[in-house]
């Protein structure tokens, strides 16, 4: 009783003596971007500025990944009021795009017409994210938290392993594209280790960002050379496109599993609706208590039916109408938990049929920061798939996004990743493409969880893997390092990384009849963060498959 009573009385104070934490984090992708939030946080800015910072210095950084010609989401907290906001700066249909715009005459998807070059690209909102960040949230002005990243455009910086791997992944489109040819490969071969990236268009786009906001990037002679270069290269971006693109303010996605209040991503990303749906599920099961294959099983039926509203439901909050009230309810997940059988498998097909899967891409950013204020950022970005449309505008250093893939180009038909969708996701001008993205945090009255990956459609099953294991009480270092296994109801399997499932396992899952794909190869690039306020303490931990870096200080 008296070590209980001394218990709830060092909890009462650690709560008391202050929402702030001893120290401040940020993990990130890659060190460069790391360093250049610290940069800004050591000058005096929040973890506002530092996002700014950390997302323009991956634009050069790790530029396979996400950048200015891209958009993502970004979840904010606020310390001094406790505002949760998401700022959702996704890519938008070009006005002149239409919903069969990827199809021959015959009705048939055209190979990789969503996927490579500039009429793959949506309108790019991550440059008026950076704008509306610092204007409304930052203490420091753009051109401070931007030149980090203005440097190392300018300066260059040697590339690492995993870059040189993704040049060659996609060489032949970067290759085919001049300027981003000049900028990416060396003598229009994959580069040599050791080679150094230097990209000057791009630091000045930067520059007139920093000196003009917004307008910098939208309007003047970035948006002319954007619509030239865009324009002669068969793309079908207009002035009226750039003008009108808006970050939209949305309010994150909030549900709760046990004594964990989870606060996630809002459409036009799946990402909260499809983790809150299956936590949902889950929450009525033991799972730590139970046998692990019986545990896996009840995860993969729990994704199994929440990846299936997401393919029947969800798209563009502006276009589209969703039943959010019922998909996030704990009733109607209720429903659900009660046709899984715990021995049995049930196949996808005979789900309530519907339009299938939504889209999403497989490579994107991902980062989190904490400041000394408490002030929260959990941003997941994308240009879409690696090196997005492989297309770089001419005289900009802009690399621009695939992110049209993202839409259900036809109904039924599965995108880049083996994804199909329906028509609450179907192209039409100035609408946002569904996205996976799950930025979250993870609340309980002692812990704070920051986190997020890049990975497609497996990113919502990652998230929620990670927040299992917040829930459990085990530390970010295992969240972002344990292996991995997938299931998003079309296609019909389960998918894993080396080690996820034991052999035990394995037969246990296929006795129940599951269909396994191993992979093979390993996926994610998790970056998470945990104020243990009961402890007083802040971890931080970059997943050991990605080249990133996570710096508590
Ligand atoms: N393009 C990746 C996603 O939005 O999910």
Not at 437 to 452: N, Q
Request: glycine content about 10%; hydrophobic content about 45%.
């Amino acid at each position: 009783m008296r070590s209980f009573l001394l218990l709830w009385l060092a909890w009462s104070v650690a709560l008391w003596a202050g929402p702030k934490p001893p120290q401040a984090a940020i993990a990130s992708a890659h060190p460069l971007a790391t360093a250049a939030g610290f940069e800004i946080l050591d000058q005096g800015g929040n973890a506002f500025d530092a996002a700014v910072a950390v997302a323009a210095a991956l634009a050069v950084v790790e530029p396979a990944g996400s950048g200015l010609g891209g958009g993502g989401f970004l979840l904010l907290h606020r310390a001094r009021d406790g505002r949760q906001v998401m700022l959702d700066a996704r890519e938008t249909a070009p006005l002149a795009a239409r919903r069969d715009m990827y199809l021959d005459a015959a009705g048939n998807p055209i190979p990789r017409a969503s996927i490579d070059g500039p009429l793959a690209a949506g309108i790019p909102g991550m440059p008026a994210a950076l704008a509306h960040l610092a204007e409304n949230y930052g203490r420091l002005p753009l051109r401070c938290s931007l030149a980090p990243a203005i440097r190392y455009a300018r300066e260059g910086f040697v590339v690492g392993p995993r870059y040189l791997e993704q040049v060659e992944r996609r060489h032949a489109v970067l290759g085919r594209y001049p300027a981003a040819a000049a900028i990416f490969l060396e003598k229009g071969q994959v580069p040599r280790p050791g080679f150094r990236l230097v990209q000057p268009d791009l630091a000045r786009v930067l520059e007139a960002l920093a000196a003009r906001g917004r307008a910098g990037f939208y309007d003047g002679w970035v948006a002319e050379r954007l619509l030239a270069g865009v324009r002669a290269a068969g793309g079908v971006w207009s002035r009226a496109d750039l003008a009108r693109y808006r970050v939209v303010e949305r309010r994150p996605v909030v549900g709760r599993y046990h004594n964990v209040r989870v606060v996630s991503a809002a459409p036009p990303s799946s990402g909260g609706v499809v983790l809150v749906e299956t936590l949902n599920i889950l929450s009525a099961y033991p799972l730590t208590h139970l046998d692990p294959a019986t545990a896996k099983h009840l995860i993969v039926e729990a994704w199994r039916r929440a990846y299936r509203d997401q393919a029947l439901y969800l798209g563009d909050p502006d276009f589209v109408s969703m039943p959010l009230r019922r998909l996030l309810s704990p009733d109607y997940a209720a429903g659900l938990r009660a046709a899984i059988r715990p021995d049995r498998a049930l196949p996808s097909a005979w789900l309530a049929a519907g339009p299938e899967a939504g889209g999403a891409g497989a490579d994107t950013t991902h980062f989190s920061i904490l400041d000394r204020d408490g002030n929260r950022v959990a941003a997941t970005l994308s240009i879409n798939y690696l090196f997005g449309s492989g297309f770089v505008v001419p005289g900009t250093g802009v690399l621009l996004n695939d992110e049209m893939d993202d839409f259900a180009i036809k109904p039924g038909v599965p995108n880049l990743y083996g994804l199909v969708g329906g028509s609450a996701n179907a192209i039409a001008p100035g609408k946002r493409m569904l996205s996976s993205m799950t930025p979250t945090f993870l609340e309980t009255p002692d812990r704070i969880a920051v986190l997020g990956t890049p990975g497609g459609s497996r990113i919502i099953s990652m998230v929620t893997l990670a927040a299992l294991d917040f829930a459990a009480g085990f530390r970010p270092a295992l969240w972002v390092a344990w292996p991995r296994f997938h299931h998003q109801y079309l296609p019909d399997e389960i998918q894993y990384e080396p080690d996820a499932l034991s052999g035990a396992e394995r037969r246990a899952l296929h006795r129940r009849g599951h269909r396994l794909k191993a992979l093979g190869r390993t996926y994610g690039n998790m970056q998470a963060i945990l104020w243990d306020r009961f402890l007083d303490r802040v971890e931080a931990a970059s997943d050991p498959r990605g080249g990133g870096s996570a710096v508590v200080r």
